[in-house]
C-alpha cells in the first residue's frame, strides 16, 4: 500500500482549491477582502446590517394598524371571544349604572307610562328576578287600568324579555302553577288575572292566591295533599317566585296589593307615540341586553343579598320589604340610581294610592277630617252621619245600596275597638256619640287614627297645605 507524503496532500489540496475557487473571499456587500472577518458572508457588522436593510420591505407607514386594502373583508371563521373562553366570574363589560340604563331606554320604547318614576322601577324589578334568591321577599308587581288596551300585557311582553326564566301565562291553573314553580326557578307573568279574581267568573281563585301571598317571602311553602284514596299524603311545594300581575283595577285582593308595587296604566293619547312591538326582530334587540343584566346581577348577588340600604323617611313595615331588593340593586349600581330608586320608592309609597283601602279605614279618614274642621274632640252620632252624607265624593250617602246609619258606623268602628259613647256637651247637655280620646270602653279615635292612618301632616304636604 502506498503511502502518502505531506508535500503529496498539500499539493492536492492547492488543486483542489483552484478547481473550485474561494466563493467566500470577497464581502456579498461592498466586495472587499474578507480577511481577520467572523462572518462567511461579510466583512463587517455593518455590511451585513446594510444588505439585510436593502432586501426588506419598507416598514408601513401606520404601523401595520391599518387594513390591507387588497385584502377582502369577510367575517372571522371563529370570533376572538371563543379562543380566549368564557370571561372570569364577575366580570362585566359594562358598569351596572349603564346596564340598567339600558333597559330603562329599551322598556321606554313600548310603553307610555304616567309618570317618570315607573320605567326606573321596572327596570330595577326586572333586575331583581335574576337575584330573587338572594332577598327574604321579592316584592309582587301590579299593573292595572281603568280600561282594557292601556299597555298592561305589553309591558308584560317587554318583561318576558328581560327577566330571568319568564313563565307568561293568561289562564294557568292553580295547580300547574304549582308545579311551575317547585321545578325551578322561574317569573310570573299573569295577564289578566282580574278574570281570575273576579267572585262572578265562577272559578275558586283561593289557591291562587294562597300562592302569591306566600311566595312573597323566600322558602315559603304550601302545603297539599297529593295521590289517591290508599296513598295520599302531604307535599310540601315551594311557591316563592317573583310575580308580576295584570288586569283591569280593582280586581286584585287586598292581600296581594299591600304585598306589591302598583302601576296604574292609562291608555295614550293620539298624539303620543311609541316604537312598534316586532316580537322577532325586538326578541334579538334584547338578548344582548338581558345577558348583560343578568350577568351584572349575578357579580353582585351575594352583595346585594347582604345589603341593608337606606329607606326614605316614612318607610316602614312591609312597604320597607317591598322596596329593599329594589334599593338595594339601586345602590349596587351607582351613578343617579340610588336617587332615582328612591324617589320613586317615596313617589309609590307616599304619594301615591297602591293599595285599596276598606270601609272601616276610609270612614276613619273622614271622620279625623270631620273633628279637625269643628276643632272639636267628640261630635254626636246624628251630627256625623249628617256630615258624612254631604261629602260628594265619599260612599256615604250610597254605602250597599243605602246610606250610612249609626248601626253600620257603630260596625265598622268596632272593628278598631272605637265605641260610641256618651258625653257631656258644653251646655251641660249630654249625647252618644264619638270620641277622640280613650274612655273605660273604647280606645278613642285617635288610637285608630294613629295605628290606621298616615300622619296628619303628611296629608296636607300632600295636598299642598303644608
Same mark, same amino acid.
Not at 156 to 169: F, I, N, S
Not at 377 to 383: A, F, G, I, S, V
Given at each position: 500500500?502506498?503511502?502518502?507524503?505531506?508535500?503529496?496532500?498539500?499539493?492536492?489540496?492547492?488543486?483542489?482549491?483552484?478547481?473550485?475557487?474561494?466563493?467566500?473571499?470577497?464581502?456579498?456587500?461592498?466586495?472587499?477582502?474578507?480577511?481577520?472577518?467572523?462572518?462567511?458572508?461579510?466583512?463587517?457588522?455593518?455590511?451585513?446590517?446594510?444588505?439585510?436593510?436593502?432586501?426588506?420591505?419598507?416598514?408601513?407607514?401606520?404601523?401595520?394598524?391599518?387594513?390591507?386594502?387588497?385584502?377582502?373583508?369577510?367575517? +372571522?371563521?371563529?370570533?376572538?371571544? =371563543?379562543?380566549?373562553?368564557?370571561?372570569?366570574?364577575? @366580570?362585566?363589560? /359594562?358598569? !351596572? *349604572?349603564? &346596564?340598567?340604563?339600558?333597559?330603562?331606554?329599551?322598556?321606554?320604547?313600548?310603553?307610555?307610562?304616567?309618570?317618570?318614576?315607573?320605567?326606573?322601577?321596572?327596570?330595577?324589578?326586572?333586575?331583581?328576578?335574576?337575584?330573587?334568591?338572594?332577598?327574604?321577599?321579592?316584592?309582587?308587581?301590579?299593573?292595572?287600568?281603568?280600561?282594557?288596551?292601556?299597555?298592561?300585557?305589553?309591558?308584560?311582553?317587554?318583561?318576558?324579555?328581560?327577566?330571568?326564566?319568564?313563565?307568561?301565562?293568561?289562564?294557568?291553573?292553580?295547580?300547574?302553577?304549582?308545579?311551575?314553580?317547585?321545578?325551578?326557578?322561574?317569573?310570573?307573568?299573569?295577564?289578566?288575572?282580574?278574570?281570575?279574581?273576579? +267572585?262572578?267568573?265562577?272559578?275558586? =281563585?283561593?289557591?291562587?292566591?294562597?300562592?302569591?301571598? @306566600?311566595?312573597? /317571602?323566600? !322558602? *315559603?311553602? &304550601?302545603?297539599?295533599?297529593?295521590?289517591?284514596?290508599?296513598?295520599?299524603?302531604?307535599?310540601?311545594?315551594?311557591?316563592?317566585?317573583?310575580?308580576?300581575?295584570?288586569?283591569?283595577?280593582?280586581?286584585?285582593?287586598?292581600?296581594?296589593?299591600?304585598?306589591?308595587?302598583?302601576?296604574?296604566?292609562?291608555?295614550?293619547?293620539?298624539?303620543?307615540?311609541?316604537?312598534?312591538?316586532?316580537?322577532?326582530?325586538?326578541?334579538?334587540?334584547?338578548?344582548?341586553?338581558?345577558?348583560?343584566?343578568?350577568?351584572?346581577?349575578?357579580?353582585?348577588?351575594?352583595?346585594?343579598?347582604?345589603?341593608?340600604?337606606?329607606?326614605?323617611?316614612?318607610?316602614?313595615?312591609?312597604?320597607?320589604?317591598?322596596?329593599?331588593?329594589?334599593?338595594?340593586?339601586?345602590?349596587?349600581?351607582?351613578?343617579?340610581?340610588?336617587?332615582?330608586?328612591? *324617589?320613586?320608592?317615596?313617589?309609590?309609597?307616599?304619594?301615591?294610592?297602591?293599595?285599596?283601602?276598606?270601609?272601616?279605614?276610609?270612614?276613619?279618614?273622614?271622620?279625623?277630617?270631620?273633628?279637625?274642621?269643628?276643632?272639636?274632640?267628640?261630635?254626636?252620632?246624628?251630627?256625623?252621619?249628617?256630615?258624612?252624607?254631604?261629602?260628594?265624593?265619599?260612599?256615604?250617602?250610597?254605602?250597599?245600596?243605602?246610606?250610612?246609619?249609626?248601626?253600620?258606623?257603630?260596625?265598622?268602628?268596632?272593628?278598631?275597638?272605637?265605641?260610641?259613647?256618651?258625653?257631656?256637651?258644653?251646655?251641660?247637655?249630654?249625647?252618644?256619640?264619638?270620641?277622640?280620646?280613650?274612655?273605660?270602653?273604647?280606645?278613642?279615635?285617635?288610637?285608630?287614627?294613629?295605628?290606621?292612618?298616615?300622619?296628619?301632616?303628611?296629608?296636607?304636604?300632600?295636598?299642598?297645605?303644608?
Amino acid at each position: 500500500m502506498t503511502t502518502m507524503t505531506e508535500s503529496t496532500v498539500d499539493t492536492t489540496l492547492s488543486a483542489i482549491d483552484d478547481v473550485i475557487g474561494d466563493t467566500f473571499a470577497a464581502c456579498h456587500h461592498c466586495g472587499r477582502s474578507m480577511a481577520g472577518s467572523v462572518s462567511d458572508d461579510f466583512c463587517c457588522e455593518d455590511c451585513e446590517t446594510a444588505w439585510l436593510a436593502a432586501r426588506c420591505e419598507p416598514p408601513p407607514v401606520d404601523r401595520g394598524q391599518g387594513p390591507d386594502p387588497t385584502v377582502p373583508e369577510t367575517t +372571522p371563521e371563529r370570533p376572538l371571544a =371563543s379562543f380566549l373562553g368564557d370571561p372570569p366570574p364577575g @366580570a362585566v363589560a /359594562k358598569t !351596572g *349604572a349603564e &346596564v340598567l340604563d339600558e333597559v330603562a331606554t329599551f322598556v321606554a320604547r313600548f310603553n307610555v307610562f304616567p309618570d317618570e318614576h315607573c320605567v326606573p322601577t321596572l327596570a330595577l324589578w326586572y333586575a331583581h328576578t335574576h337575584a330573587a334568591a338572594q332577598f327574604y321577599v321579592t316584592p309582587r308587581l301590579i299593573l292595572d287600568s281603568a280600561e282594557p288596551g292601556s299597555g298592561k300585557t305589553r309591558v308584560l311582553e317587554v318583561a318576558a324579555l328581560l327577566c330571568a326564566a319568564p313563565e307568561m301565562t293568561i289562564s294557568a291553573t292553580s295547580a300547574a302553577l304549582f308545579r311551575m314553580v317547585s321545578a325551578g326557578p322561574i317569573t310570573i307573568l299573569f295577564d289578566e288575572v282580574d278574570a281570575v279574581f273576579n +267572585p262572578k267568573s265562577g272559578g275558586s =281563585s283561593e289557591d291562587l292566591r294562597g300562592l302569591l301571598n @306566600a311566595g312573597y /317571602k323566600n !322558602g *315559603a311553602t &304550601v302545603a297539599r295533599c297529593v295521590g289517591d284514596a290508599k296513598a295520599m299524603k302531604v307535599q310540601r311545594f315551594p311557591v316563592f317566585a317573583p310575580a308580576a300581575l295584570a288586569g283591569i283595577a280593582g280586581g286584585m285582593p287586598p292581600t296581594i296589593t299591600t304585598r306589591a308595587i302598583t302601576i296604574h296604566m292609562r291608555k295614550r293619547r293620539h298624539d303620543q307615540r311609541v316604537d312598534q312591538f316586532r316580537q322577532r326582530t325586538i326578541e334579538r334587540e334584547s338578548a344582548p341586553l338581558r345577558d348583560a343584566l343578568a350577568a351584572w346581577v349575578a357579580s353582585i348577588a351575594e352583595q346585594v343579598g347582604e345589603a341593608a340600604p337606606i329607606l326614605p323617611d316614612g318607610v316602614t313595615d312591609r312597604a320597607a320589604e317591598i322596596w329593599e331588593p329594589l334599593l338595594a340593586i339601586a345602590d349596587a349600581a351607582g351613578d343617579h340610581w340610588p336617587d332615582t330608586a328612591r *324617589a320613586a320608592c317615596e313617589h309609590f309609597v307616599l304619594h301615591t294610592s297602591t293599595e285599596s283601602t276598606s270601609t272601616g279605614v276610609s270612614l276613619l279618614a273622614d271622620l279625623r277630617n270631620l273633628f279637625t274642621k269643628h276643632n272639636t274632640d267628640r261630635l254626636p252620632t246624628k251630627t256625623l252621619l249628617a256630615d258624612l252624607a254631604q261629602m260628594e265624593e265619599a260612599p256615604w250617602g250610597d254605602l250597599d245600596g243605602k246610606q250610612l246609619d249609626a248601626r253600620r258606623m257603630a260596625k265598622e268602628l268596632g272593628r278598631f275597638s272605637v265605641k260610641p259613647t256618651t258625653f257631656a256637651n258644653p251646655d251641660g247637655t249630654k249625647s252618644k256619640g264619638y270620641v277622640t280620646f280613650a274612655t273605660k270602653e273604647q280606645v278613642g279615635l285617635i288610637d285608630a287614627w294613629d295605628r290606621y292612618l298616615p300622619p296628619a301632616n303628611a296629608d296636607n304636604d300632600e295636598n299642598g297645605e303644608g
